[in-house]
């Protein structure tokens, strides 16, 4: 029952877009992850294991846990992953084996570090821990808000604040948050380095990429620019 509802919750659509579902916005968050723990080595390896995988959809996790449980059986287990370990190494089965490596490595982690073997919870685990992050960022932005006598802001903006979002290459306006970093508060002609969440990424995807430009604005008041530093949502991620 517990698989079924997992994997049900990853593939389900999320308007919002709140939640982890392909690898690259998965790869881009624990990369960003400047923290040394037991989730992100875990994330690694899960990682690692879904980039070898042969001819594989290599965007939605869940497409590639549906292939593990194929291959392997369901549940995976280390028993089971020990016993396609024993096949004949052939050309085509090869980078299989080489996936399921990582996971016997993942599952055999966690039993140590958060004292879990299940295979369909550790994923969930590492989902749960990296979500809380991915609710806030869509992508890194250095933001310059424009002084109040150049039409900016009388008064600061508080971490958290959510102005308007324009790209140049859409007339569609969006919400965005910004999360700051290191500041609670930034006051107009300053600058700051924030998280950015949008409300509609349905809009833009595949259109973000590094040095990209953006106002924010409240309804038709341009009161600051941003430059994109890091994007984190790989549906966003331009290719």
Known sequence: MYEFDYVNLVISYNFMDREITTFKTLENIVNFDIGNHNFKEL????????NDWPNSNKTEISEFIVELRKFIGSPITLKKINAKNSLKLTESNAWKLESISSISELI???EKTIQEDDFDKVIAKILEYYNLEFSLID???????LKSDKGGRNT???????PQVKFHFSQMITSGQQTFIDKEIVFPGENVIAKIKILSPQFFEKE???????EFREGARLIGTGKVLNVINGKLQKD
């Open 43 to 50: 994330a690694k390896l899960f990682l690692t294991a879904m």
């Open 108 to 110: 055999q982690k966690a």
């Open 139 to 145: 992508f890194l932005a250095e933001l310059d808000y």
């Open 156 to 162: 600061g903006a508080l971490s958290g604040y959510r």
């Open 208 to 214: 973000l990429f590094k040095g990209l430009q953006f």
